[in-house]
């Protein structure tokens, strides 16, 4: 599973590791001469912008400066994966919905902001060794982002749609904008994609649950 986000914190005991934030904050998060990256659970992936990265900011917040080492910085590219793959942490943590699975870690988020880049992680996940084969495709892609009021000739729904006619399952979410019509973001607007949005039941709405 390709987690695009912010990244995986590799370190965290619900994918494997050590849990020492010691381990963590030793980390500069920019090259794999440590020889901690990758893992048994994060089988690999890589950092498309950097840490200062930020493409609503201005100047050199806008260039990216990819890196071997997709670290999270942020925290929600961590719980998305662990949503999805984690192996659980016994009374803190439950286990993710396919705890078996690889997890891919492609970071297109700095450490707060937004990004451009996320179809250059689509493309990576349908070639992960870069030999122009896409016979080593991902398997799945999930994608907690996006624009919202999506449009189909948005770079990242384009992409999500080759994805899928490669043979990538793309599950994107459909966005935070409320109950409108019309409102599903970019990418999830793609309509060869899984698209997710979360409910709310009546009945705990009314009751302010």
């Known amino acids: 599973i390709g987690i695009i986000d912010t990244g995986v914190d590799y370190y965290h005991a619900n994918f494997g590791g050590s849990g020492d934030p010691a381990d963590f904050a030793a980390d500069d998060g920019l090259d794999l001469s440590d020889g901690n990256f990758p893992t048994a659970k994060v089988v690999g992936g890589w950092d498309f912008v950097g840490d200062d990265y930020d493409a609503s900011g201005s100047g050199d917040a806008l260039i990216p400066n990819p890196d071997p080492d997709p670290l999270d910085c942020h925290g ?3 719980h998305v994966g662990g949503s999805a793959a984690g192996l659980g942490v016994p009374g803190l943590i439950g286990p993710g919905v396919a705890p078996d699975a690889d997890v891919y870690a492609l970071r297109v988020f700095g450490c707060d902001g937004s990004t451009n880049v996320t179809s250059l992680a689509l493309e990576w996940a349908m070639d992960p060794n870069g030999d122009g084969a896409m016979d080593d495709h991902l398997d799945v892609i999930n994608m907690s982002l996006g624009s919202p009021f999506g449009s189909p000739d948005d770079p990242s729904t ?13 599950v994107a979410s459909a966005g935070n904008e409320g109950p409108a019509p019309y409102v599903t973001g970019s990418p999830a607007v793609n309509a060869d ?3 997710v949005a979360a409910s709310v039941d009546g009945g705990y709405a009314a009751l302010g649950i």
Do not use: D, P
């Open 193 to 195: 994609t899984i698209s």
């Open 76 to 78: 929600h590219g961590s």
């Open 158 to 170: 384009i992409a999500s749609g080759n994805a899928v006619a490669a043979g990538i399952v793309v």
